[in-house]
Nanobody
C-alpha cells in the first residue's frame, strides 16, 4: 500500500519561509513524478511544482517560480518543497501527489495525472 505523508506546514509571516516534506512509503513503490498542489478555501486545487525521478527535471507554476524549489532525496524517498518569500495568497492546504506513469511538462501539472495523494498540510501566511 502506497502512502504519502506531508509535514512541515504551519503559520508564517509574509516574507518568511517554510519547507514542506513528503515521505513516500510502500513496498516496491517507484514513482515517476511527484508533485505539489494546493487548495485554498473555495478554490480549485492548483498545481504548484513537480519533479521527475529519472532526470530531476522540475516544473513550476508561474505564481511560485523563483520563490519555491522542489527537490528530492532518493535515499529517504522524500520530496521537499522549499518555500520562500511567502505571500498571503500562498495560504492553502498543500498536498503532495505521485504517479508511476509518464507525464509531460503539460500533463504533470494536472491533478488527474496523479494516482496517489497525501492527506495535506496547512500553510497559513499572515499579512
Amino acid at each position: 500500500q502506497v502512502q504519502l505523508v506531508e509535514s512541515g506546514g504551519g503559520l508564517v509571516q509574509a516574507g518568511g519561509s517554510l519547507r514542506l516534506s513528503c515521505l513516500a512509503s510502500g513496498r516496491s513503490f517507484s514513482w515517476y513524478a511527484m508533485g505539489w498542489f494546493r487548495q485554498a478555501p473555495g478554490k480549485e486545487r492548483e498545481f504548484v511544482a513537480a519533479i521527475i525521478s529519472t532526470n530531476d527535471n522540475t516544473y513550476y507554476a508561474d505564481s511560485v517560480k523563483g520563490r519555491f524549489t522542489i527537490s528530492r532525496d532518493g535515499s529517504k524517498n522524500t520530496v521537499y518543497l522549499q518555500m520562500a518569500s511567502l505571500k498571503f495568497e500562498d495560504t492553502a492546504v498543500y498536498y503532495c501527489a505521485a504517479t508511476i506513469l509518464y507525464c509531460s511538462v503539460s500533463t504533470c501539472s494536472r491533478p488527474g495525472s496523479y494516482a496517489y495523494w497525501g492527506q495535506g498540510t496547512q500553510v497559513s501566511v499572515s499579512s
